[in-house]
């Protein structure tokens, strides 16, 4: 939108082969995450052959997208979002990214920098505009108070809650299967 003004808007995909062009397809989706699977589907009904393997670059990364390839018997080569940045010193050591903690899957916690244990407390279900359900695991640490590493830990300097009152918490997305 600009200026107030809904501006007609098109996204326009197309399939490569061997340097030729084999499919094309226009829509008013706003994002390649949710045009890759219409994109396949259409491909798939009006093709006599099916692509195996399905390269696309980090745009097309998404949980439901990697599903419907699995699900179909194809390969996904997607570019994760985050690759460039999880490359670098500071991404690989940034103490709250979950990534970064060790995890005990005994207990299916994270154990944090100051030795506290980041728990599991529950799982909960979004439906995305494309009408997929999501399942996210959502993690917290019940002991945050006098942490010397909480400033570097917790990000978020517009959350309203005082730093001396929050908790490390994030969600984690679950891969589905069927």
Same mark, same amino acid.
């Given at each position: ?59 097309? +990364? ?8 699995? +699900? ?11 690759? +460039? ?31 506290? +244990? ?61």
């Amino acid at each position: 939108m600009l200026n107030g003004q809904l501006k007609p808007a098109y996204n326009l995909q197309n399939g490569v082969d061997s340097e030729y062009i084999t499919w094309l397809d226009v829509s008013q989706r706003p994002s390649d995450t949710r045009t890759l699977i219409p994109f396949l589907k259409y491909m798939k009904d009006h093709l006599s052959f099916r692509y195996r393997d399905i390269v696309t670059d980090a745009g097309y +990364e998404s949980e439901e997208n990697y599903l419907y390839l699995y +699900e179909s018997g194809q390969t996904a080569f997607i570019k994760p979002n985050n690759y +460039e940045k999880s490359k670098t010193r500071k991404y690989r050591n940034d103490i709250g990214r979950m990534e970064n903690m060790t995890y005990d899957g005994e207990k299916d916690c994270y154990i944090c920098h100051n030795g506290q +244990e980041v728990l599991w407390k529950y799982d909960k279900r979004t439906k995305t505009d494309t009408g997929y359900i999501r399942i996210t695991s959502v993690y917290r640490c019940e002991e945050c108070s006098g942490c010397p590493y909480k400033t570097e830990c917790i990000k978020g300097n517009n959350c309203r809650t005082p730093m001396e009152e929050r908790r490390k918490t994030w969600t984690l997305y679950l891969p589905q299967s069927g």
